[in-house]
């Protein structure tokens, strides 16, 4: 399997960072990928314009923990400017790349962080 | 428990016996002779073929000259499917087959479909079973070939070779038709009753490196008679019905391995059934919301299919990996097409049991204590993953 995957990559996949949920996050998100059932739901604490903390759920194959779990590294302590520009391809960068058929993992997890983001926004907009 | 290597994948490959190494070894670099040349080095190489051959045969209950070897079971599959369907074009043009063979079978028919062929992909119950009723329904007057797999790869489940292939030599009978029956006996050899003229079939398909042979090596079994059209020209090889020079080793270790793995059979069928119920016994006590795959009985001595419910395959194939232990799955991450097994979607489980599946295939070499550390090993993993699901309805 590392042949396909970085050791990062592996290392993320089966020691992933940050599990769990946050029920008063200030953005939620989740998302299925419908090409192989990857699941995953990502909640969000901003605190001064940075996000504080993340926190996610994820069911799905290697490449959907890895994402997962690096995209949360990437988002805590990061500026809200920062995290919006968060994409598939800084998900792929931070984990050193991931084998052509896992490339939809790492659209998944910058996907959720989209919806997260929106959320947290609209949240704030809110009456 | 401190870590071992336990290899649980034996469906999808084996290593080389030392047996079948030793006897192979020669003929790389000593008796190298091309079995066509006429000297005495090479006249040793062609005697080692022959005897092979005999040995294959007597196996198989068959003549040596209906034995040709192959490159492995796809060669052997597509030789067999394309060889007689096209050498029986002017008989008619359809082919039965199961929707659960290996991609070996399928792909050869969906390919043969380009050329004016049309197959009927039987579906099978829920256990994978095919009913020789079903069979003989699809049954037409175009029928040329029926090609029904004799155990299946992922899930195991042992087809009735013998009673489909005793309705096809009654219905071809008062058709007045010949209906060739072939099997793809792959995951068969060292388990199941590999003789020709008890299952009643005119063509089979082995392949070396499931038995403790080497990788390249196969065989293919069609019986005199059988409408053939050969698929490899180029030589004399195999009385010209596959071309090319001899894989000597490889022919050499094809037979040596088959001859073992016959002849060791009895004794490994009853071991490794009793590792294969433990684990199927075990496993859910342990694990629980966890699903056996295919039929409980009817099965091969040495697989395991088992899905848990909400966890994804590759992961639980990493942890394991890790652990020390090699599997496989079913799941579409874990295949390059990213679909998920059309054996487990053709049993109509739908996708999220499929991706959940976990294939364990034991071995000769496998031991009460390798399945101990299984036991141990395998439910961490899948709680460990449950937990990081959205939808895990208990922790732990």
């Keep these: ?127 | 428990m401190p870590q071992r290597f336990v290899y649980l994948d034996h469906a999808a490959t084996t290593a080389v016996r030392p047996e079948a190494l030793e006897a192979m070894l020669p003929y790389f670099s000593e008796r190298f002779g091309n079995p066509s040349s006429m000297y005495r080095l090479a006249q040793e190489a062609r005697k080692a073929v022959d005897e092979a051959r005999l040995t294959v045969a007597n196996i198989l209950g068959c003549r040596a000259n209906e034995v040709i070897f192959t490159s492995g079971g796809s060669e052997s599959d597509n030789t067999a499917i394309k060889g007689i369907a096209l050498a029986s074009r002017q008989w008619g043009n359809h082919i039965i087959t199961s929707a659960i063979e290996h991609h070996a079978v399928l792909h050869t028919c969906q390919f043969l479909e380009n050329f004016g062929f049309e197959v009927t992909y039987l579906p099978v119950d829920s256990y994978g079973l095919v009913d020789p009723k079903a069979v003989e329904a699809a049954v037409t007057e175009r029928t040329v070939l029926v090609s029904i797999m004799y155990a299946n790869n992922e899930i195991g489940t042992v087809e009735p070779i013998a009673e489909i292939a005793d309705m096809l030599k009654v219905k071809g009978k008062r058709m007045g038709r010949n209906l060739v029956f072939h099997t793809d006996a792959v995951q068969g050899a060292g388990a199941l009753d590999l003789n020709v003229d008890h299952l009643g079939v005119d063509s089979l398909s082995l392949s070396s490196h499931k038995f403790y042979g080497p990788k390249g090596a196969g065989v293919l079994y069609v019986r005199r008679g059988t409408p053939f059209m050969p698929q490899q020209q180029g030589g004399a090889q195999e009385r010209y019905r596959r071309a090319g020079t001899e894989n000597t080793p490889g022919i050499v270790g094809t037979a040596v391995a088959l001859r073992l793995a016959v002849e060791e059979q009895e004794d490994v069928r009853l071991r490794l059934t009793g590792l294969r119920d433990r684990i199927i016994q075990e496993v859910p006590k342990r694990i629980e919301r966890t699903r056996l795959n295919g039929h409980p009985t009817q099965r091969l001595p040495n697989n395991v299919n088992l899905s848990f419910e909400s966890v994804e395959g590759e992961p639980v194939l990493l942890g394991l990996d890790f652990a020390g232990i090699c599997a496989s799955s079913g799941s579409a991450c874990t295949s390059a097409s990213l679909e998920p097994s059309h054996v487990l979607t053709a049993l109509g489980l739908p996708a999220d049991i499929a991706h959940a599946s976990l294939r364990l295939t034991l071995g000769r070499e496998n031991t009460t204590e390798d399945v101990d550390y299984l036991l141990e090993t395998l439910p961490d993993i899948v709680t460990r993953l449950r937990n990081l699901s959205p939808l895990a309805r208990t922790a732990g």
């Design chain 1, 1 to 127: 399997m590392s042949m396909y995957y970085s050791e990062l990559a592996l290392d993320h996949a089966e020691n992933p960072r940050n599990v769990g949920t946050i029920p008063d996050a200030d953005g939620a998100g989740a998302e299925m990928n419908p090409v192989c059932g990857d699941l995953l739901t990502l909640f969000i604490k901003v605190q001064d314009n940075r996000v504080a903390d993340a926190k996610y759920k994820v069911q799905g194959c290697l490449g959907a923990v890895a994402a997962s779990s690096i995209l949360t590294e990437l988002l805590i302590g990061s500026s809200l400017e920062e995290a919006e520009r968060l994409d598939h391809q800084s998900v792929l960068d931070a984990l050193g790349g991931l084998p052509a058929s896992k490339l939809h993992s790492a659209a998944l997890a910058a996907g959720v962080l989209k919806k997260a983001l929106a959320d947290y926004r609209s949240k704030r907009n809110a009456p």
